[in-house]
């Protein structure tokens, strides 16, 4: 047996193992999954507009007007009119100076964070950020200190431990995996007490939290005070990459030095296109998001009737706590046979003990079908000697 073969084992033996499934068609609240219909509640489309047809559109003529690729990075000769122009409708939509593009939101929180974070300094990020700003911190020149999840007091005694030498403060602005909102109001008044920059990802709140869509930053009022706000394409916008608002030499200072920037092909024009037609849908009908929490509201409180233990949140991510991986797999795939199609969260994308199921609801979903799904999500444990009644995560109401 190689070593390879080895370590594919022991994923399997610890029921971390994990393979790729099929979905046949676009996405949208119910697909073809393998062969077989099931409602989808584990994308990120939160608004349905992946496959809106006027995204479709935008796509295929901005294909047959620039082309299917950039061609090189920005700085040599991909820097393309749909580029600036997206770029400028991101930062009006966010109530920047400049937004910058980049090819993913995984590219975008690993180039700022390096970017920002040198030698000598620290960077402070939450234990529960996503995985792209672990990956940033660890390849900054930086010291990292992970303060506990949310919890303001333990971040306050890492940066009065610093003494002068914090950079960077960095945050999901909406937890992707547990579905609360970072505490942006305290953050921004530490950062501002000890000269720091604040960075927030707005992976999953892009379209899909705040006043229009316009994430946790601007529902908490304090657009502008954020020094560094990381939006997605990919997410509820229906099509891929990310961005950056920031002022304008922040912004002149990432051309300069992020180098997921500098050394990768620019985005292609026809996910900008999308990108941008989403974004004119998403300003235009605002009630696509009013409807996600509105489906958010009835997927929680229907889990709630059926004996989970929901977090007490109000966002589209919904997950419900089970504790070790063998269970959370089993209970995913005895949901799955039951058409349903939520996704197992284990390490490590979670901490050891806080596998969990996540949902995440879309605007397009039918309330009946939700209410649904919670009644299967709770047959489903039920026949399996789950109990869900506490939750296992970390951030349980
Ligand atoms: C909080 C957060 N940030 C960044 C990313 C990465 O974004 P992308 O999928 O565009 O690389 C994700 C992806 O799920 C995420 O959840």
């Given at each position: 047996m190689t070593e390879v073969a080895e370590r594919l084992e022991e994923l399997r033996d610890r029921r971390l193992y994990r393979r790729l499934r099929l979905v046949e068609g676009p996405q949208g609240p119910r697909v073809l999954l393998d062969g077989r219909p099931v409602l989808l509640l584990c994308s990120n489309d939160y608004l349905g507009l992946a496959a809106h047809p006027l995204v479709r559109e935008a796509a295929a003529e901005a294909a047959m007007r620039w082309g299917a690729g950039a061609g090189a990075s920005r700085l040599i000769s991909g820097n393309m009119e749909p580029h600036r122009r997206l770029e400028q409708r991101l930062a009006g939509f966010e109530g920047y100076g400049e937004a910058l593009l980049f090819g993913s939101g995984y590219l975008a929180n690993t180039g700022t964070i390096a970017a920002l974070a040198g030698r000598?300094?620290?960077?402070?990020?939450?234990?529960?950020?996503?995985?792209?700003?672990?990956?940033?911190?660890?390849?900054?020149?930086?010291?990292?200190?992970?303060?506990?999840?949310?919890?303001?007091?333990?971040?306050?005694?890492g940066l009065r431990q610093a003494e002068g030498r914090g950079s960077l403060i960095v945050t999901d602005g909406l937890f992707s995996m547990d579905g609360d909102v970072a505490p942006l109001a305290e953050l921004v008044g530490l950062a501002r007490d000890h000269g720091c920059r604040l960075m927030v990802d707005e992976a999953h709140a892009t379209g899909a939290v705040g006043p229009g869509g316009r994430g946790t930053v601007a529902a908490a009022g304090l657009t502008g005070e954020v020094d560094l706000v990381v939006g997605t394409l990919g997410k509820a916008l229906g099509s891929y990459g990310a961005y950056v608002c920031a002022g304008g030499e922040l912004v002149e200072y990432l051309v300069n030095t992020a180098r997921p920037f500098i050394f990768s092909t620019a985005p292609p024009p026809p996910v900008l296109a999308a990108a941008e037609a989403a974004l004119g849908l998403l300003e235009g009908e605002p009630q696509r998001v009013e409807r996600l929490r509105a489906n958010a509201a009835t997927l929680r409180g229907a889990l709630a009737g059926e004996g989970f233990a929901v977090p007490d949140s109000e966002t589209q991510i919904v997950p419900v706590g089970v504790g070790d991986a063998a269970s959370t797999m089993a209970l995913s795939e005895r949901l799955l046979e039951r058409g349903v199609f939520a996704q197992g969260i284990r390490p490590p994308t979670v901490p050891e003990g806080s596998s969990r199921l996540r949902f995440t609801v879309m605007a397009t979903h039918d309330p009946d079908e939700l209410r649904d799904a919670a009644r299967q999500a709770g047959a489903a444990a039920r026949e399996l000697g789950i109990a869900v009644g506490e939750s296992s995560l970390a951030v349980a109401a």
């Open positions: 000598g300094e620290v960077v402070f990020s939450d234990e529960l950020n996503h995985a792209s700003i672990v990956d940033g911190c660890r390849l900054a020149r930086a010291e990292t200190f992970v303060y506990r999840h949310a919890d303001v007091e333990h971040l306050a005694w």
